[in-house]
């Protein structure tokens, strides 16, 4: 890796970066290796073709640039290539091929509170940490205040952190780590740490540090971090570049992918579940009219939808709950309709049947939404709860008066109003 000077417009350039690893078993020590050793000269060790051994490449061809000032996320599910392009970015481990050039200082907030020591107190390990992640003693005495008044545990400035419950270990080292003044700024999955509060003190710190200009790039699987943090984003798939541009297209491309994962097999058939299997919803349809037929259709906006949920139960269940939610393409709960709230009484489920949910006049924005269903009775307990299983794309054209073709959207739902002058 290479740190150079501010020479150039660009901050980060991952030039066409290869990483290769090695599938089977690496002993950390001697004293694993030997055992290893031997049980293999025995024929006791796992077969080569069980490890399957070989190369493979964890990441292949990467290669962008990210600009000075610019917040940049890297997505993609488990096994992408994240944490590989993580560990290079920080420096951590080298790449087989390709470079990486950073035109600035850098920092990376990847394990808060590595490096502690649970005998010392808070206040002996702020000064651990900041000197490990590369503080010197006078930044790490002007900040003190700060850093403390971040983590919230004063009260418990001087009490040994093996004391400490894990919120507390989190949130200390996330204080430590995010007063860092680097240029650009590395984050790993690190906004989940904590209690609510925290987490909304800490997406509103990387928020400033963003506006301050720093160029920051995030690693993590929190969409709408992602979405309210970065610019422009990169979606990896099995090692390589799936996707890039605007953060919000990726994301689009993003959660399409997961739905065409799970669209290849029938609901029956699916094991992306949860719930104890009482009652398991078999097939959904989704349409502009009553008995519906197909698992993806069009609407108007104002226009009504009707979604038939098909279902099978193992025993007789009284008292059934079902629920609908209607989610956007980052995945977030637009609309959740459920017989309990809507007081309407079930018949017993007892074998197979169906269920038609009907909304007269559909006013979420437009655009593509996904259908989730749940199935659970008066008590909480949830027999079947799946996601993805329809969807609805919800158009423009509408007689209700609104600008629905102009601009981005900002909104998650539109109803019908009117104006006057008085």
């Known amino acids: 890796m290479q ?4 020479m150039s417009d660009i901050a980060v350039e991952v030039d066409h970066v290869w990483k290769r690893f090695h599938r089977g078993e690496y002993f950390d020590c001697l004293r694993d290796a030997v055992p290893a050793f031997f049980k293999s000269l025995c024929g006791l060790g796992p077969k080569d073709s069980e490890l399957g051994r070989g190369d493979f490449w964890a990441l292949k061809d990467i290669h962008f640039q990210v600009k000075r000032g610019e917040s940049f996320g890297i997505i993609g599910h488990n096994g992408a290539g994240k944490s590989t392009m993580l560990k290079i970015l920080s420096k951590i481990i080298k790449p087989n091929r390709g470079s990486v050039t ?4 850098f920092g990376a907030l990847i394990e808060v509170g590595a490096g502690f020591h649970g005998d010392l107190t808070g206040r002996e390990n702020i000064y651990l940490n900041a000197t490990i992640l590369g503080m010197k003693k006078a930044e790490i005495d002007k900040k003190f205040d700060s850093i403390v008044d971040f983590s919230g545990i004063e009260d418990f400035l001087d009490t040994p952190v093996k004391r400490y419950s894990s919120g507390m270990h989190a949130r200390l080292g996330f ?4 007063h860092l003044d680097p240029e650009i700024l590395i984050v790993d999955e690190v906004l989940s740490v904590g209690d609510t509060q925290f987490q909304k003190k800490c997406l509103e710190r990387m928020e400033q540090i963003v506006r ?6 995030f690693v993590s699987h929190n969409m709408n971090a992602v979405q309210k943090l970065c610019q422009r984003s990169i979606l990896l798939q099995k090692g390589e570049i799936f996707g890039e541009g605007t953060t919000k297209d990726v994301l689009q491309k993003y959660f399409g992918t997961i739905y065409t994962d799970v669209e290849k097999k029938t609901i029956a058939l699916r094991t992306d579940r949860s719930g104890n299997g009482d009652a398991r919803v078999v097939d959904v349809q989704v349409g502009n009219s ?8 069009s609407c108007d906006f104002g226009q009504e939808v009707y979604v038939r949920v098909h279902y099978r139960s193992v025993k007789k ?14 995945g977030e709960v637009l609309f959740q309709a459920t017989t309990y709230i809507h007081g309407e009484s079930m018949a017993p489920f007892d074998g197979k049947g169906e269920i038609e949910f009907h909304i007269p006049q559909m006013y979420l924005t437009p655009g593509k939404v996904d259908i989730s269903v749940s199935l659970g009775n008066g008590t909480g307990q949830i027999f079947d709860s799946i996601r993805n299983v329809a969807i609805l794309h919800i158009n423009t054209n509408n007689n209700l008066g609104f600008r629905l073709d102009s601009g981005r959207w900002y909104y998650r739902t539109l109803f019908p109003y009117d104006w006057r002058k008085i």
């Open 102 to 105: 950073m035109n600035g200082t």
């Open 317 to 330: 269940i009284d008292d059934p709950v079902v629920s609908v939610e209607f989610l956007n393409y980052q």
């Open 175 to 178: 204080a430590v780590a995010i």
């Open 212 to 217: 301050e200009g720093r160029t920051v790039l």
């Open 3 to 6: 740190v150079v000077g501010f």
């Open 290 to 297: 009553p008995n519906p037929t197909l698992s993806e259709c």
